[in-house]
């Protein structure tokens, strides 16, 4: 191809051929080969010149061109050229002067087996480059749609689909457990991503995200595609079970049963596609005790306590109805809590009653112990909603008095010894920190208070890098499967009643500080 004995046109049909396969611009083929035999032209008359190729594209001529700078006094031959010189290399150089560049012809030449070499790394390379651009070009708007093709090759457990004109990979973690996949196989996935990369594959599949079950609903039912029916959100354990929230538009339309079909026809024709996945589709409400009640079917739920603000739930049911609830390995549970992005707690009304029980104990000791009142006094103001004593000192002698048995000089003794006993403990509190050893940069972390410096600097947490590097779990506490039973795990700021959100917010603005120092 690059032996001046060759056929000219030659290098043309490689040119159109090489684009037709690849699908790319026959323009880039022939940029590729004029750059490919402007470096090895290099290798023959010297790595100082700048080279420049043009190919004719129509005849296929080659011309091999020296750029040269016009300077009054040339230092360099290969590099520069005088002004007389200059007018002398053509006609079309007449006009120019001092400063500009003219391209002096260069005799053709055979190309060493080196310098050929050169030439097709290069073109081979640059033609790799397009034809890679093109792929991402032609699959960046096929983000967040399911994408079909066929098995070409497995390669550690990654599965590569041919998708026609190029390829793409269902990295192993993408993939359903269990799956049983072999080449030759047409398979559907969710495109997860395009992006571009050095090497390797650019398109990114998955078998395993929640939203390939979503695709796949839009797909089997015609309401949810013509947006007559919501998908709220969804949660998956890939292989097993998921759990699906849809929401009616219409309100004469029946999400759950648009979505289970005639016969489960709709369902089952996803369940196959995700390879017997038991699918779970929640009626979506305003109230997210209805909808918690629903996606932990099939357990009754008996009450549920919700605190929209911290985004938590308390769902009590009974002892038979607590194993199911839960699910095998807490399973059931979790995807409910990915569901409806709330923090679930999940006890028996037995439990519920032994918590309040202690709850109110706990607080009426706190009074008794630390306000020197009688015991009944004290169940008085836990009974009407003071739960600390910072409630009632934040209080006012009006709020007081409404509770029934209460006087005006009795109310005002009670604000004074709060206020009191306040000021005395936040004293004691600032000691404890000094004695314990805290660093300053946890101390002046906004949102923690004394008290929960106090907490962490007893449990040898005493900088923010130390705090940045717990989970929030670790401080808000919560349920675990241990050996197939549920245990609780007291968290180490529990008792502050932090919830789970605030709890991220806490070691998120933590880590932020320390990764931006």
């Known amino acids: 191809m690059l032996n001046r004995r060759a056929d000219k046109l030659e290098l ?3 040119a159109e051929a090489v684009a037709l396969e690849k699908s ?12 490919g035999i402007a470096k090895a032209a290099k290798s023959k008359f010297g790595q100082e010149n700048e080279i420049e190729v043009k190919i004719d594209r129509e005849s296929g001529d080659i011309g091999i061109f020296r750029k040269l700078l016009i300077t009054e006094k040339p230092e360099n031959i290969n590099t520069e050229i005088s002004l007389g010189e200059a007018h002398n290399l053509g006609e079309e150089n007449k006009d120019k002067k001092i400063g500009d560049t003219v391209l002096q012809t260069l005799p053709t030449f055979d190309f060493g087996r080196i310098a050929a070499q050169t030439a097709k790394q290069v073109i081979s390379f640059n ?3 397009a034809e890679r651009e093109r792929q991402f070009n032609d699959f960046v708007d096929k983000k967040d749609t399911i994408l079909s093709g066929i098995v070409k090759r497995l390669e ?23 799956e049983n996949i072999k080449a030759g196989d047409r398979v559907k996935a ?24 979503e695709k796949l609903f839009i797909q089997e039912v015609p309401e949810i595609y013509d947006g007559l029916i919501e998908i709220i959100s969804s949660a998956r354990d890939p292989g097993s079970r998921a759990k699906i929230c849809v929401k009616a538009i219409d309100n004469s339309l029946d999400p759950v049963g648009a979505c289970v079909g005639m016969r489960g026809s709709r369902v089952q024709a996803v369940v196959n596609e995700l390879q017997g996945e038991k699918i779970d589709i929640v009626n979506w409400s305003e109230d997210p005790a209805v909808v918690v009640s629903n996606a932990l079917s099939p357990a009754e739920v008996q009450r549920v306590n919700v605190d929209v603000e911290n985004k938590k739930l308390d769902v009590i049911l009974t002892e038979e109805n607590l194993s199911k609830a839960i699910g095998r390995r807490g399973q059931n549970v979790r995807l409910a809590t990915k569901l409806m992005n709330y923090e679930i707690n999940i006890m028996t009304d037995q439990e519920d009653s032994e918590r309040r029980q202690v709850e109110f104990k706990e607080k009426t000791e706190n009074f008794v112990k630390n306000l020197e009142l009688d015991e009944t006094l004290g169940q008085l103001l836990v009974a009407e909603g003071f739960s600390s004593i910072d409630d009632l000192k934040d209080s006012s002698v009006e709020d007081i008095v409404k509770i029934e048995g209460i006087e005006e000089d009795t109310a005002k003794e009670l604000l004074e010894r709060a206020q009191e006993f306040y000021k005395k403990d936040q004293e004691e509190i600032s ?5 314990l050893g805290l660093e300053n ?51 180490l700021l529990e008792d502050f009643a932090l919830s789970k959100k605030e709890a991220d917010d806490l070691i ?10």
């Open 12 to 14: 043309i049909r490689i």
């Open 24 to 35: 790319i611009d026959k323009e880039i083929i022939i940029n590729s080969m004029e750059t």
């Open 127 to 129: 033609v790799r480059e």
């Open 156 to 178: 550690f457990g990654n599965v590569i689909i041919d998708l026609g004109r190029t390829e793409a990979i269902i990295q192993k973690n993408e993939m359903i457990p269990r």
């Open 190 to 213: 969710y495109c997860s991503d395009v992006r571009r990369e050095p090497r390797g594959q650019q398109i990114f599949l998955s078998r395993a995200h929640p939203k390939f079950m």
């Open 431 to 435: 000691k404890k920190i000094k004695e």
């Open 441 to 491: 940069d946890l101390i002046n972390q906004e949102g923690l208070t004394p008290g929960m410096l106090v907490t962490l600097g007893e449990q040898k947490i005493l900088t923010l890098n130390d705090f940045a590097d717990l989970a929030s779990d670790e401080l808000t506490g919560g349920y675990d499967i241990v050996k197939g039973e549920r245990v609780k795990i007291k968290g």
């Open 508 to 517: 998120m603005s933590a880590r932020s500080k320390i990764y931006k120092d």
